[in-house]
């Protein structure tokens, strides 16, 4: 004889069973599994061979071993959502939650049942979140600054105020967002540059929170609003009559299991070099 109630599948033989850590019937029945949400019970198979005492079509009878259930897990993907009671109190990245298919190894209609079940084996437990937020940042291919002045091919002058600004995009600027999993587990990251150091070349460095503001004729003589430099020699001395210099990104990167639990953040940092070509300003005389 089977008890039946509403789980998940088809045809159903169920007993869901809350918080029952030990299940088992009263007459000393037969139950599958300790999954605290569903348990499938069923009696002890019968001695006398009678039918209908030993599963969902009658037992093995007589003194035989007593019918089994033969169950299979796969990971379920996507993972529930924090806080669904398939997770058992535990948070993503604690371990996975399982799909649990038991079959009735002496039914001839294919008897199923499915349930879900939480598990911290090593497959699970042993990724870290940290190392998936850095395998999403590898796969952005972040770069270095995409400097749109300084131009190479320009000449600037001693003492006049020189613009910088970069060009933005996801690859140079950001945002950009990328995904890893592992492990029944999916981090999200997205990163944004925070700043960009300018080495001038001159033994000087300019720190500019933002790309910068690119110039204009209107502009005139005055300096950058918040992003510049001013050049007190030429760059006649210098390899190629020309300042050596890089611009640095510092990328912030925050990152969060996908569904709640575990978040972080990580430092990148990129570089450009580029070269500034400075002259003196020529009077003509009368």
Same mark, same amino acid.
């Given at each position: 004889?089977?008890?039946?109630?509403?789980?998940?599948?088809?045809?159903?033989?169920?007993?869901?069973?809350?918080?029952?850590?030990?299940?088992?019937?009263?007459?000393?029945?037969?139950?599958?599994?300790?999954?605290?949400?569903?348990?499938?019970?069923?009696?002890?198979?019968?001695?006398?061979?009678?039918?209908?005492?030993?599963?969902?079509?009658?037992?093995?009878?007589?003194?035989?071993?007593?019918?089994?259930?033969?169950? /299979?897990?796969?990971?379920? %993907? !996507?993972?529930?959502? @924090?806080?669904?009671? &398939?997770?058992?109190?535990? $948070?993503?990245? #604690?371990?996975?939650?399982?799909?649990?298919?038991?079959?009735?190894?002496?039914?001839?209609?294919?008897?199923?049942?499915?349930? /879900?079940?939480?598990?911290? %084996? !090593?497959?699970?437990? @042993?990724?870290?979140? &940290?190392?998936?937020?850095? $395998?999403?940042? #590898?796969?952005?291919?972040?770069?270095?600054?995409?400097?749109?002045?300084?131009?190479?091919?320009?000449?600037?002058?001693?003492?006049?105020?020189?613009?910088?600004?970069?060009?933005?995009?996801?690859?140079?600027?950001?945002?950009?967002?990328?995904?890893?999993?592992?492990?029944?587990?999916?981090?999200?990251?997205?990163?944004?540059?925070?700043?960009?150091?300018?080495?001038?070349?001159?033994?000087?460095?300019?720190?500019?929170?933002?790309?910068?503001?690119?110039?204009?004729?209107?502009?005139?003589?005055?300096?950058?609003?918040?992003?510049?430099?001013?050049?007190?020699?030429?760059?006649?001395?210098?390899?190629?009559?020309?300042?050596?210099?890089?611009?640095?990104?510092?990328?912030?990167?925050?990152?969060?299991?996908?569904?709640?639990?575990?978040?972080?953040?990580?430092?990148?940092?990129?570089?450009?070099?580029?070269?500034?070509?400075?002259?003196?300003?020529?009077?003509?005389?009368?």
């Amino acid at each position: 004889m089977l008890r039946r109630s509403a789980a998940v599948g088809i045809p159903m033989v169920v007993v869901a069973s809350i918080a029952l850590t030990e299940p088992a019937l009263a007459d000393g029945g037969i139950c599958a599994g300790k999954n605290k949400y569903v348990t499938v019970c069923a009696e002890k198979p019968g001695r006398d061979g009678n039918p209908g005492t030993g599963g969902p079509k009658g037992g093995s009878g007589g003194d035989g071993p007593p019918p089994r259930w033969a169950c /299979t897990r796969t990971l379920l %993907d !996507p993972q529930p959502p @924090t806080g669904s009671a &398939a997770w058992e109190g535990h $948070q993503p990245g #604690d371990g996975a939650v399982y799909r649990k298919q038991c079959a009735w190894t002496e039914s001839v209609d294919g008897y199923n049942v499915i349930t /879900t079940e939480w598990s911290a %084996d !090593p497959a699970a437990t @042993t990724v870290d979140p &940290a190392v998936l937020a850095q $395998q999403a940042v #590898d796969s952005m291919l972040l770069a270095g600054p995409a400097i749109a002045s300084p131009r190479s091919d320009g000449t600037y002058t001693v003492g006049v105020p020189l613009w910088m600004w970069v060009s933005q995009s996801p690859t140079t600027w950001g945002p950009n967002t990328a995904s890893a999993s592992a492990g029944g587990i999916t981090v999200t990251a997205t990163a944004t540059v925070s700043s960009v150091a300018w080495n001038m070349g001159d033994g000087t460095t300019v720190t500019c929170s933002g790309p910068g503001t690119p110039y204009t004729a209107a502009r005139g003589m005055t300096p950058s609003p918040d992003c510049g430099h001013r050049y007190s020699a030429t760059s006649a001395g210098q390899s190629g009559a020309r300042y050596q210099g890089t611009a640095t990104a510092t990328w912030t990167v925050n990152w969060a299991v996908t569904g709640g639990g575990q978040s972080g953040r990580l430092t990148e940092v990129r570089q450009t070099p580029f070269t500034v070509s400075v002259g003196e300003l020529q009077v003509v005389g009368q």
